[in-house]
């Protein structure tokens, strides 16, 4: 710090391999697209009926007005359509703190009031939360107890990594990491002599320094391809018919379907290969490969955000059941790997201490990914995992933590979906597109302007948050906002208990120490942790093999399943009656895929990752994030045979398109992917070129406003972003 501004940012002395995305809060704090003070859009006050919204000028107000018009649209909301009207919306990323976790002081508050609706799951990972317990165990059980990389370095042989193992997105874990060990242990894992597959669109998907094998399967027939794999290790008896029967339930039904019985269609690697574009005999090798050796299968989370998501997870879990090396050290499977910086650490985990939300009255919920849904079609009803969810109507949206208009797909169709409630009222620090396409806002203030505890159950470390600079402008903190409609509304006792922000933070590290002495440690003081600022949990001295138990003795350990084994076939899900998700995995068309529907008009098939300068959407704005841009626009990766086919050359500004949409990006040339494949991250900040139409050019490359808004399947209803063909073109300005 230099007079009050951020000069440099430093890493952390233990860490490894150390993120460059700590760069971009040098200049993206203290930006110019902070929001000084709060503001109300002008047609709102007009009372135009969201008509203008995402289009419109601001009125720059007091705090005082502010929480005043606040408040009382939050009590004539709730008094004229009741707090089922209301949808609670965040996506506020813990990194955050322990504390001043936007969703948790959301959702305490509105549940002060009399609950809202919420949404449930995640983008990342919705179809696995849902469709996982079924099959095997519940999805924060997996993240925990799956494999370390010190475990596969020491036992595996080989690791088939469908969809890669990318380390741009292990920069970065929710809660916060201290030390990044995913390089390390893949190092590691390679040094000792470990093989890896990346089965995968992109070579880059994995390190070159591994020296992988690349399987380029077409995107969204991961499924097929492990079929085939699956109908080679059935036929040639490499399977472990013994664990088969002792650990799992249904296989025969499924055996069945992978080898035609039950409907015609014998998965053959010839089969697979029409549909994924791997060569048969490359099926064929792989499998018998993957039979021969100590072998650890993997998928991305990106494999689950497809159309039919469900179904490649499941099945990664069927292919390790039938090769019977679940329980094994350095066998079986894991996910996510590659997807964010804890997965594969061997730390101990703890569970801290959470600002209590208190019960949600309402009792609401929908899938996360269809939040356009339920604004559009109030009063109709989704099907979600065996159960019937009724849409209300939505009459006010609170947002604090995250922005719709990156993670949400389609957003052509947001537009829409978002213009229908009377007041979107929002928590943000900067000008995201969230703040310009709501009513109220509410400057709020960063981690670096307010004091915390940064501790997350995937870390060892807790850190003291300390503040480093003053709150900015006008802003306020999550906390001292809500504290301030609580006010207006008559119900702040209730919400603050009577604490202030430090003597929370005090409250919630006693009770983290009353939970550690249960586990057999104790933390320091409160006052300790402040004085020496940081605090490492002691080491475990082993960590158990993940389903050792259950495999050892699956009557005394079994898992949470009905049957308490592994479900190949599920009775529960056949009972559901799902089409979109049978009661085995089975091989699914999707609305659009390459060598199938759509291709003909729209012949490339358009990736959607995590970026490499930015965590999501954060700092977009900021000098690190645009160090990898091209005239402020995001850059699109594409094979240079299918630029050489439309004229475009490296550096070119192009119009990306399909029915949905069309964005602008521009296009670096790479080898290393297949030629009908091209890439874009997600992140840029959504910047229609007419706000007020709803099939705008978008400007900045937000390749959101061309993915596919419809639900994984009725059992998961996640996102389906990575089902997605489009066109690309040289733009020529007109």
Excluded at 65 to 88: K, M, P, Q
Excluded at 111 to 128: D, E, I, W
Excluded at 185 to 195: E, L, P, S
């Amino acid at each position: 710090m230099e007079d009050g501004n951020i000069q440099q940012v430093l890493n952390h002395p233990a860490d490894p391999d150390p993120s460059p995305l700590g760069q971009g809060l040098v200049d993206g704090i203290q930006h110019t697209t902070r929001i000084q003070q709060p503001h109300v859009r002008k047609g709102w006050l007009q009372q135009d009926g969201g008509a203008k919204r995402g289009n419109d000028t601001f009125v720059a107000l007091p705090w005082d007005e502010a929480l005043e018009l606040g408040a009382g649209e939050l009590r004539r909301v709730i008094d004229e359509y009741g707090n089922t009207s209301i949808f609670g919306g965040s996506y506020g990323w813990a990194s955050a703190g322990r504390f001043h976790h936007a969703q948790s002081q959301l959702h305490r508050f509105l549940n002060l009031m009399g609950g809202c609706v919420r949404a449930m799951n995640s983008y990342s990972t919705a179809a696995a939360q849902v469709i996982l317990p079924h099959v095997v165990a519940p999805w924060h059980q997996i993240e925990l107890e799956q494999p370390s990389w010190r475990e596969l370095a020491q036992h595996s042989e080989l690791i088939v990594a469908f969809g890669g193992l990318a380390l741009r997105n292990t920069q970065v874990a929710y809660g916060g990491i201290t030390e990044h060990q995913s390089k390390p242990g893949m190092q590691a894992a390679a040094g000792r002599g470990v093989k890896f597959v990346n089965i995968s669109p992109i070579q880059g998907d994995v390190p070159a320094w591994l020296n992988s094998q690349w399987v380029d399967c077409r995107p969204g027939t991961d499924v097929a391809l492990m079929l085939g794999l699956a109908y080679v290790i059935a036929t040639e008896g490499l399977t472990d018919a013994a664990f088969l029967s002792t650990h799992c339930v249904g296989y025969p039904v499924f055996h069945d379907y992978l080898t035609g019985v039950s409907d015609g269609t014998p998965k053959t690697p010839a089969w697979a290969a029409d549909i994924c574009g791997v060569a048969a005999q490359d099926i064929e090798t792989l499998a018998r490969r993957m039979a021969g050796r100590r072998t650890f299968i993997t998928a991305a989370w990106s494999l689950q955000r497809a159309q039919h998501g469900e179904q490649p997870y499941w099945l990664v879990v069927v292919l390790a059941a039938m090769l019977g090396q679940i329980g094994l050290p350095g066998g079986g499977f894991g996910f996510g790997y590659g997807a964010e910086g804890f997965v594969g650490s061997h730390w101990r985990r703890f569970n801290w201490a959470t600002l209590p939300k208190g019960r949600n009255p309402t009792g609401v919920a929908i899938p996360v990914a269809r939040i356009a849904d339920m604004l559009l079609n109030p009063g109709e009803t989704v099907d979600y995992d065996g159960k019937t969810i009724n849409y209300p109507d939505i009459r006010l949206i609170y947002w604090a933590g995250g922005n719709p208009f990156h993670h949400h797909q389609d957003l052509n169709r947001l537009v829409k979906a978002w213009r229908r409630p009377d007041t979107v009222i929002v928590n943000e620090p900067w000008w995201t597109p969230t703040a310009q396409w709501s009513d109220i806002v509410f400057p709020a203030t960063t981690a670096l302007e307010r004091r915390d505890i940064c501790a997350s159950s995937h870390d060892p470390y807790a850190h003291l948050m300390e503040r480093v600079i003053a709150p900015q402008h006008q802003a306020w903190s999550d906390h001292r906002i809500f504290s301030g409609l609580a006010r207006v509304l008559g119900c702040e006792t209730a919400f603050t208990e009577g604490r202030n922000e430090e003597e929370w933070l005090e409250h919630m590290w006693m009770r983290s120490a009353a939970a550690a002495e249960v586990e057999g440690f104790a933390l320091p003081s409160f006052q300790q942790f402040v004085d020496n600022k940081v605090y490492q949990l002691p080491a475990l001295e082993r960590r158990p093999v993940w389903l050792g138990r259950f495999r050892e003795n699956p009557q005394e350990y079994p898992l949470g399943t009905p049957s308490g084994k592994i479900e190949i076939f599920s009775r529960t899900l056949e009972a559901m009656g799902y089409a979109d998700c049978p009661g085995h995995p089975t091989w699914l068309e999707p609305a659009e895929r390459l060598g199938g529907t759509g291709n003909a008009r729209f012949p490339l098939h358009l990736l959607t990752p995590q970026p490499e300068k930015r965590l999501h959407s954060q700092l977009d704005p900021g000098a690190h994030s645009h160090s990898g841009k091209v005239g402020g626009k995001e850059v699109m990766c594409m094979h240079p045979q299918a630029a050489a086919q439309r004229d475009i050359e490296d550096g070119d500004i192009v119009r990306v398109f399909n029915d949905r949409g069309a964005c602008l990006a521009a296009v670096s040339l790479v080898e290393n992917m297949r030629p009908d494949v091209v890439s874009l991250p997600t992140g840029a900040w959504f910047k229609p070129s007419n706000p007020g139409t709803e099939q705008s050019l978008e400007l900045n490359g937000n390749p959101n406003v061309l993915t596919l808004d419809v639900g994984t399947s009725r059992l998961a209803q996640g996102p389906s972003a990575n089902t997605c063909l489009v066109e690309v073109e040289v733009y020529t300005a007109s």
